[in-house]
């Protein structure tokens, strides 16, 4: 807004106010995250924000696309401009770069989010079968040693040992061995 005023040398006065608007026009499209990486089970915090020639914040919607490093879509939906957008990474997500596309007013963007490897074995006895589940996102294949120890003797029992995530084998833990309690 401008306000002009004149005054003559007789006293005559005058003003005028005049007020000018400037539309915002469009320079950057980017985002925010909290965290550089991410693991299975953590929270990912996005804010979409949409800049002018000012720079200053252009409050609209714009579209958000989520995909894994093989290109399959796992969100797509529209977020207010400046505002926090959030999501789990599941437990089996598949590692790697997430490809996050945003697009509003003419403007495309194109970032990702790093999620890493996790290796999480779960494991449980039954009926001397041992029961192992790979609850991390990665193939784990390493040697896998077991103890046997009773009051007389103690051995140990290497296997070569290979589980792609989210799968479950299983180990009979008798078979082979001398009867006995360990």
Sequence with gaps: TITIAVEDPYGNRGSILLSIIVDPSPTKLSFSQDKESYLPGDVVKIVPVLIDQAGDVITTDIGMVITNPKGKELFSDTIASNSEYEFHVVEHAMPGAWKVKLFAMDQDYEGSILI???????????????????????????????????????????????????????????????????
């Excluded at 779960?122 to 996102?137: A, E, M, R, V």
């Design 116 to 182: 890493g490897e996790h290796i999480v074995l779960d494991y449980f006895i039954l009926n001397n079968t041992l029961y192992i589940t790979n609850k991390g996102n990665v193939r784990f294949s390493n040697p896998l040693k077991i103890e046997y120890k009773s009051l007389e003797k103690k051995f140990t029992l290497v296997k070569e040992f290979a589980i792609d995530a989210n799968e479950t084998v299983s180990l009979n833990l008798a078979k082979g061995i001398e009867p006995g309690t360990y």
